[in-house]
């Protein structure tokens, strides 16, 4: 029985139209972006080629991209190499132009991705800031001839750095009318595949919809299986079967009616004997290519195809052309074959025998490395792994993982480097030449690029583990300098001092370069906690450095040197901090500028320069994206350390907008550190999620700085709630979590303390004279932490800033503030003011808004208490314009809570009872069981006043007691019920 392929779309109009709607094809509306889901072989491809010919019809130009299944060596941005191929065949001279304006772009021309021969390009870095502008220009100036549809299949086999490319073009607005389609298998994405939560950031994007492509009904499947035999009868008895087997997937269904039957995943032994039924058809040397090419992957060219079989040129013209005929492979682009789908290619292969495998995978190595027919390192590696030639397969995940790290990929680089490790470690011996300890340098450098700076550490101390006892001082100290270095990038129990120690002995002897760099890495660890020995090995290192000409290594421990120097000449730090960055950039030292920058941009925030602050870290960065280091530790903190500043000044929406880096798949440690900031951010306006801190208390012993934050956000949650307990509760956890990473008295411990003591003011008012009495306990405690921070930071003149000083202060008036609603021990009238009024000036020379009016909402609750009407007024009017800027909602119901809005008097709605705003005061009191001369401490009134106050209010309300009255005035809604 004869079949082919159905040339007819059946059962997908709702689909088309959808996405000639959305994408704005044949109408005047603005171009959009569409992920287009579904199962394998559920039809994504039939229907993409459908809206190929509507968009040409609608005079469209369309383009198009593939990823490659190539397991872990995938090429950066492999399916828009595929497109400029395409550009530059059809379009060469806006190829020329933009690779004109964008020299980087040239870097993706398909000629320039194949496997070379010599190392000339190896030294040459692609800018992937340049390259994702480049790629996006040249959408733009095609689409000045025309609208332009860009379609980009099979994401689900996308590498890091194409779905990178992707975040970039779907969150970057184009002059012209481009429309992007990305399509992906929904079922190959399991919970850890990387494409998952990267779609569902995508989805969440302005101007990108998602598209899933359902199976088809069974009166769609019926109809599919008809237009497969307009020339033949079926049964009715096979139809059935079809159907019932499809499960409306169109692929199936012409599988079971064509060629072969495939699913995702591993496939059922009942499929596979379909698929070797409609192989057995095929004669002996056809089903030998067929096998070929399914370990080639989806894609084999005809130079490969017959390096690996040997045939003559007629010979397999010929079995290429009985396996097209048959629908089993295709031709597809640059002269090469596919199978008719994936799926099926995998199919094949898992039928292969092991020793079949191996053997073919070999020949493919062989081709490969014969120079004769293009291929990529990555490629070469992969079938050398599967063919079990682990020397070659090393030797190619290295030059693989070269390439990636030169074009902007350090996380593939990583992987590759990673895998060329594992396999040498089965090796009985390292291949000559090869340097197996800087192999595992150059794998956790890769790592620390990309963010994964625990992965890193992991890598070096399993190497360090593996060395013998008698290894190479040079050796053993090189692992443990980078070992040091690694651990001050990431919170850890471990000693980098002691480390970097040990290195610095072992590497006495070693070159120049070696000692230099581990001096600087101890002088480093030293830091601010040996302020003498580490200026000292610092300047031993720089010594060194300088007299050889390590460029790169003398920054880097100028850049400590300058940290360590608390010289009350700022002028002068500031410009020391830029020298070092600009000599940094002009030696083309990356890293070096990076951090030089970072601690320009640390400089000014301690110091309160917030302008200043937030120019370094944007500095570090943009520079960071232009040259593949987004996620290296400096930048990913600088993201956050300027979104910080931002909040601090006010800018919210600015500020969570710089943390959504959705698309950008960060590592995990600052995913969850940005997270924790934007749940702050939400917290202080009323709308943060109820699971959100779960979540995060999850990721608290990750970092720090995500229990610090993520903490801090649960005790300004606490304090909107009045749940002192709780505020306890989290104060203990964060320390108990960050003591072991960071210290016991780490500076954030002061601020805290200050909001827990807070909370335990606010709740005093409401609190019972013995729930007043176990609260003092907390508070005592509180207090005595705080002085405790401010004692161990009492040396350290950098670092005890505006925000340092605006806490001190804050934390004196909470202590007061809580000693008068508590009324144990309670202050004075003109302390408490003095107190609040020195806080609210601190924090206005600190500069963040919301704790300015927080500050200020308190500050006026005081001055009302005190008789200060009009300061009182003035106070809160200021604190309710920042509440009302900022959408500080909690903090404005704070403010109407204390009286601060203009109010009428109370009324007694049915009895027509009026009381003034200082009865009104007094009755919150008397109903929460405080006594007249509790009440008069509080309000700064005599106890004779308190009780005419009380007289009046029982007389207004016919009440014949405290109790009574307390009551009335909750039924008639004069006070909370």
């Known amino acids: ?75 950066p941005y492999l399916p828009f190499s595929e497109i400029l191929g395409r550009v530059l065949t059809e379009r060469p001279e806006v190829a020329a132009s933009v690779t004109e304006r964008h020299p980087t772009l040239a870097r993706l021309q398909p000629g320039r991705r194949l496997r070379a021969t010599d190392d000339r390009d190896a030294d040459q870095s692609l800018d992937r800031g340049n390259i994702f502008a480049a790629v996006h220009d040249l959408f733009e100036t095609l689409a000045e001839d025309g609208p332009l549809l860009v379609v980009v299949e099979d994401a689900h086999w996308a590498d890091q750095s194409t779905r990178d490319m992707l975040s970039f073009l779907f969150s970057r607005p184009f002059a012209g009318p481009v429309a992007l389609v990305v399509s992906y298998r929904s079922d190959d994405l399991h919970r850890r595949h990387p494409l998952r939560p990267q779609v569902a950031e995508w989805a969440r994007l302005r101007g990108v919809e998602r598209v ?83 370990v080639a992957g989806r894609h084999v060219s005809h130079e490969l195809l017959a390096a690996v079989t040997g045939l003559g040129a007629v010979e397999l013209e010929g079995a290429i052309r009985s396996a097209v005929e048959s629908n089993v492979l295709e031709q597809a682009r640059n002269a090469s074959y596919a199978f008719r789908h994936a799926l099926l290619g995998e199919a094949v292969y898992d039928d292969l025998l092991p020793g079949e495998r191996a053997r073919l995978h070999t020949a493919f190595v062989t081709a490969l490395q014969s120079g004769t027919v293009a291929g990529t390192a990555a490629e070469l590696a992969l079938h050398a792994r599967r063919a079990g030639d682990r020397v070659t397969a090393a030797m190619a995940s290295i030059e693989a993982g070269n390439q990636a790290f030169a074009v902007g990929g350090p996380h593939e680089a990583a992987m590759q480097f990673l895998e060329a490790i594992e396999l040498l470690a089965q090796l009985p011996e390292v291949p000559a030449g090869l340097d197996p300890h800087a192999l595992v340098r150059r794998c956790a450098e890769a790592f620390i690029a990309s963010g994964r700076v625990s992965k890193a550490v992991t890598v070096l101390r ?42 610095v002995e072992l590497l006495a002897d070693a070159p120049p370069k070696m000692l230099a760099r581990a001096l600087g890495v101890h002088a480093q660890a030293l830091g601010h906690w040996n302020e003498e020995r580490a200026r000292a090995v610092a300047m031993e290192g720089l010594a060194l450095a300088e007299r050889h000409s390590l460029t790169g290594i003398a920054v880097e421990i100028s850049t ?102 959705s698309g950008l798949r960060p590592p995990m440690v600052y995913e969850w550190l940005y997270y924790a900031e934007q749940v702050y951010l939400d917290v202080l306006r009323a709308r943060v999620k109820p699971t959100a801190f779960e979540t995060l208390r999850v990721y608290w012993s990750r970092d720090g700085l995500i229990a610090i934050v993520a903490g801090s956000a649960e005790l300004v949650r606490a304090d909107q709630d009045g749940d002192a307990a709780r505020a306890v509760e989290v104060y203990d956890r964060i320390v108990a979590t960050v003591r072991p990473l960071w210290h016991e008295w780490f500076q954030a411990r002061l601020r805290l303390a200050v909001l827990v003591v807070g909370i335990h003011a606010s709740a005093a008012a409401q609190q019972s004279a013995a729930e007043r009495e176990a609260g003092a ?13 401010m004692d161990y930071y009492a040396e350290y003149d950098a670092s005890r800033g505006p925000e340092f000083h605006a806490w001190v202060a804050r934390l004196a008036a909470e202590d007061l ?16 003011v003095v107190a609040w009024r020195a806080a609210e000036e601190a924090f206005v020379a600190y500069g963040n808004v919301h704790e300015v009016a927080r500050v200020r909402a308190r500050t006026a609750e005081v001055l009302r208490a005190t008789g200060d009407a009009a300061g009182a007024r003035e106070m809160a009017d200021l604190a309710r314009e920042s509440a009302h ?18 109010q009428p008097a109370a009324r007694a709605e049915q009895e027509g009872v009026t009381l003034t705003p200082r009865e009104s005061e007094i009755l919150a009191l008397v109903s929460q069981g405080r006594t007249n001369g509790e009440i008069g401490k509080q309000l700064f009134i005599s106890t004779k006043t308190v009780s005419v106050h009380v007289s009046n209010i029982l007389g207004k309300l016919a009440a014949s007691s405290r109790t009574e009255t307390a009551a009335i005035a909750r039924r008639q809604g004069l006070i909370p019920a």
Request: glycine content about 6%; overall charge negative.
């Open 462 to 503: 399993s190497h360090l583990a593996s060395m013998p006892t008698d290894a190479a001082p040079v050796d053993r100290g090189q692992i443990l300098t980078a070992i040091a270095a690694a651990l001050m990038l990431t919170d850890t129990t471990e000693d980098p001092e002691a480390i970097a120690a040990e290195a």
């Open 212 to 294: 899933q492509v359902e199976p088809l009904s069974d009166g769609d499947v019926r109809e599919l299986v008809y237009a497969m035999h307009q020339t033949e009868t079926i049964t009715e008895a096979s139809v059935a079967e079809i159907v019932d087997r499809a499960g409306g997937n169109a692929f199936f269904v012409e599988e079971l009616v064509g060629a072969t039957w495939a699913t995702g995943g591993q496939i059922p032994a009942e499929l596979a004997d379909v698929l070797l039924v409609r192989l057995d058809r095929l004669d002996d040397r056809t089903l030998e290519v067929v096998r070929v090419a399914s």
């Open 777 to 789: 306990d907390v508070v005592r405690r509180m207090v005595g932490d705080a002085e405790r921070v």
């Open 885 to 902: 800027a900022l959408g500080a909602l909690p903090l404005l119901a704070e403010l109407t809570a204390q009286g601060s809005a203009a």
């Open 560 to 661: 400590t040197l300058i940290s360590l120097d608390e010289s009350p000449d700022h002028d002068r730090l500031r410009s020391a901090w830029r020298a070092a960055a600009d000599r940094a950039r002009e030696a083309g030292h990356v890293e070096a500028e990076l951090r030089a920058v970072y601690f320009l941009g640390r400089f000014h925030h301690d110091r309160g320069d917030t302008d200043e602050a937030i120019d370094a870290y944007d500095e570090v960065v943009r520079r960071a994206e232009e040259v593949g280091l987004r996620w290296a530790p400096f930048p990913a903190e600088a993201r956050w350390m300027k979104a910080s500043v931002l909040a601090d000044r006010g800018r919210l929406d600015e500020a969570r907008a710089l943390l959504d880096v």
């Open 817 to 832: 503030r809580w000693r008068w609603l508590s009324q144990l021990d309670p202050p004075d009238a003109e302390e408490l």
């Open 1 to 75: 029985m004869s079949t082919t392929r159905s040339t007819d779309l059946v059962g997908r109009d709702a689909e088309l139209a959808a996405l000639i709607a959305q994408l704005g094809i044949g109408a005047s509306g603005e171009a959009r972006a569409v992920l287009l889901a579904g199962d394998a072989g559920v039809g994504k491809t039939r229907l993409l080629t459908e809206l190929r010919d509507v968009a040409v019809a609608a005079d469209w130009q369309v383009l198009a991209g593939h990823c490659l299944d190539l397991a872990d060596g995938s090429l």
